[in-house]
């Protein structure tokens, strides 16, 4: 585990870097600002629905509504 706030690192250089322009936007970056790709089944629809269902019902058993 590392400290809480090495976890701004990357978004704040994606944010701030004069190395990255517009056409950049969208791009996928490791920690710590690596440019890289996804891992295989990232980006997999199904699964990303399977787990927001598994998740939605998870947090039901705190009393917490479905935000949408």
Excluded: C, N
């Excluded at 322009?21 to 990303?48: C, K, M, N, Y």
């Amino acid at each position: 585990m590392y400290p809480a706030p090495m976890g701004a690192i990357t978004p704040a250089y994606a944010m701030t870097s004069p190395d990255l322009e517009r056409s950049d936007s969208g791009q996928f970056f490791h920690p710590w600002a690596r440019r890289g790709t996804p891992q295989r089944g990232v980006q997999d629809i199904d699964l990303a629905m399977k787990l927001w269902e598994y998740l939605e019902r998870d947090v039901e058993r705190f009393g917490i509504a479905r935000a949408m």
